[in-house]
């Protein structure tokens, strides 16, 4: 079979790029990774995510284009072209086009407010997701169903059914492709919709051995994840925060590459962050928790120097014999920190958002060992992972709640 000359200098094309885009990320950590300044270094950072972002959704964007354009207007070749077909044909690779944009207005179109085209190219982004999730399932199951009936046919009825199969065969693309629209554009309206609510406030009680009982009844709000940027802008902070407060209660910012920033701020709001570190709350010796947080697990392959998940030097002081809450981002971290030390007795962590929207969240699952929610680890620890106070990129839910969570600990 001959390959179109232009199909294989496209081909190459892409290749090329995508050899150069990893190559350029190889070059920054290797050879310029002390040498450039943290601004600096963020830009190239963000250029290097734009470009190998492009290049893997190519193939995914061609097999949306000919499935949605393609194949359902292949008739125009021979004049019998539909009035709706070059009109579809825009809207189709406006659509792509958006997709294709999302990462760069993510990375450098944020203001104080979310910016309109950002928040258009992030749905357009999580509605692709979907297309393809049902192009793919759609297709297969499809051909299945043919292959049986088919092979429950008489052989007579076969002949006569050949002469029209082009025809049956480009109706049936067309009602599957009505049928992946009508699925993809409805759960995105919904997640849409999900997302756009007020987060839920669900209380959770802990009881934990080793908590003094002076201190039993100890409530912490757990926001996690809110994700400030393209999407997510000051008036979903506001009610965030306003949502925290009502409950009355008694980490992670390296893919900026400016978290010494970040840390200033906070501190400069008399927010203390936990950078490897640990407090003590309560009373004296013995009436007392050690409240303990370690940088994100992904610090140290980010290479943010001076920054990475240290639970020897998190720990180190806490008081013998006291309960010890560790706030970790990831579940990764979760489980790494309790191999390593079983005698923590709480471990609070977010970053899987639930999932956020199916069908990611199917990938989600399976990738970390703890999804949502409250889970026992062994014998006396515990983990809790929340769903995430707003949400990341696509301002999608489904299938996942945000949250502010109310942490009650308890004494047993």
Same mark, same amino acid.
């Given at each position: 079979m001959k390959v179109p000359l232009s199909r294989f200098r496209l081909? /190459? !094309?892409v290749a090329v790029a995508?050899? /150069? !885009?990893?190559l350029s990320v190889f070059a920054e950590r290797r050879l310029l990774a002390h040498r450039l300044s943290h601004g600096a270094r963020a830009h190239v950072h963000r250029l290097q995510m734009i470009a190998i972002f492009n290049v893997v959704i190519y193939l995914p964007s061609k097999f949306v284009w000919t499935r949605c354009v393609t194949e359902p207007t292949a008739a125009c070749?021979?004049?019998k072209c539909d009035s709706w077909a070059g009109l579809w044909a825009v809207c189709v690779a406006t659509f792509l086009l958006l997709v294709h944009t999302s990462l760069f207005t993510a990375l450098f179109l944020v203001h104080i407010e979310p910016h309109v085209f950002s928040l258009v190219s992030s749905t357009c982004l999580g509605a692709y997701v979907l297309l393809n999730f049902w192009l793919l399932v759609l297709l297969p199951a499809d051909r299945c169903l043919r292959f049986a009936v088919r092979a429950l046919t008489p052989a007579m009825e076969k002949d006569e059914e050949v002469k029209d199969e082009k025809i049956e065969r480009r109706k049936r693309a067309r009602?599957?492709?009505?049928?992946?629209?009508?699925?993809t554009v409805s759960?995105?309206?919904l997640a849409v919709h999900n997302a756009a609510g007020?987060?839920?406030t669900p209380r959770v009680e802990v009881r934990l051995q080793r908590l003094p009982a002076n201190l039993s009844g100890l409530k912490v709000a757990l926001l996690s994840d809110i994700h400030l940027g393209p999407t997510v802008g000051r008036s979903k902070l506001a009610q965030v925060v306003d949502i925290t407060n009502g409950l009355r209660p008694g980490n992670h910012e390296y893919y900026t590459h400016d978290v010494q920033a970040w840390f200033q701020y906070l501190r400069s709001l008399n927010v203390h962050p936990l950078h490897n570190q640990h407090v003590h709350l309560g009373g004296g010796p013995g009436e007392r928790l050690c409240l303990a947080g370690v940088d994100d697990i992904e610090a140290l392959r980010i290479g943010y120097p001076?920054?990475?998940?240290?639970l020897g030097q998190a720990l180190a002081g806490c008081e013998e014999g006291s309960a010890i809450i560790?706030?970790?981002h990831q579940p990764r971290a979760a489980q790494a920190a309790l191999e390593q030390r079983p005698d923590i007795d709480l471990v609070l962590a977010g970053h899987t958002h639930g999932g956020q929207f199916f069908p990611v969240s199917l990938a989600v699952y399976l990738y970390n060992p703890f999804f949502a929610g409250l889970y026992r680890h062994g014998e006396h620890s515990q983990v809790y992972v929340s769903q995430g106070s707003v949400f990341y990129g696509m301002p999608m839910r489904l299938g996942s709640t945000a949250e502010v969570s109310e942490i009650v600990l308890l004494s047993r």
């Amino acid at each position: 079979m001959k390959v179109p000359l232009s199909r294989f200098r496209l081909g /190459v !094309a892409v290749a090329v790029a995508g050899a /150069v !885009a990893v190559l350029s990320v190889f070059a920054e950590r290797r050879l310029l990774a002390h040498r450039l300044s943290h601004g600096a270094r963020a830009h190239v950072h963000r250029l290097q995510m734009i470009a190998i972002f492009n290049v893997v959704i190519y193939l995914p964007s061609k097999f949306v284009w000919t499935r949605c354009v393609t194949e359902p207007t292949a008739a125009c070749s021979r004049g019998k072209c539909d009035s709706w077909a070059g009109l579809w044909a825009v809207c189709v690779a406006t659509f792509l086009l958006l997709v294709h944009t999302s990462l760069f207005t993510a990375l450098f179109l944020v203001h104080i407010e979310p910016h309109v085209f950002s928040l258009v190219s992030s749905t357009c982004l999580g509605a692709y997701v979907l297309l393809n999730f049902w192009l793919l399932v759609l297709l297969p199951a499809d051909r299945c169903l043919r292959f049986a009936v088919r092979a429950l046919t008489p052989a007579m009825e076969k002949d006569e059914e050949v002469k029209d199969e082009k025809i049956e065969r480009r109706k049936r693309a067309r009602v599957l492709l009505a049928i992946a629209l009508l699925l993809t554009v409805s759960m995105t309206l919904l997640a849409v919709h999900n997302a756009a609510g007020r987060p839920h406030t669900p209380r959770v009680e802990v009881r934990l051995q080793r908590l003094p009982a002076n201190l039993s009844g100890l409530k912490v709000a757990l926001l996690s994840d809110i994700h400030l940027g393209p999407t997510v802008g000051r008036s979903k902070l506001a009610q965030v925060v306003d949502i925290t407060n009502g409950l009355r209660p008694g980490n992670h910012e390296y893919y900026t590459h400016d978290v010494q920033a970040w840390f200033q701020y906070l501190r400069s709001l008399n927010v203390h962050p936990l950078h490897n570190q640990h407090v003590h709350l309560g009373g004296g010796p013995g009436e007392r928790l050690c409240l303990a947080g370690v940088d994100d697990i992904e610090a140290l392959r980010i290479g943010y120097p001076g920054h990475g998940m240290n639970l020897g030097q998190a720990l180190a002081g806490c008081e013998e014999g006291s309960a010890i809450i560790l706030l970790a981002h990831q579940p990764r971290a979760a489980q790494a920190a309790l191999e390593q030390r079983p005698d923590i007795d709480l471990v609070l962590a977010g970053h899987t958002h639930g999932g956020q929207f199916f069908p990611v969240s199917l990938a989600v699952y399976l990738y970390n060992p703890f999804f949502a929610g409250l889970y026992r680890h062994g014998e006396h620890s515990q983990v809790y992972v929340s769903q995430g106070s707003v949400f990341y990129g696509m301002p999608m839910r489904l299938g996942s709640t945000a949250e502010v969570s109310e942490i009650v600990l308890l004494s047993r």
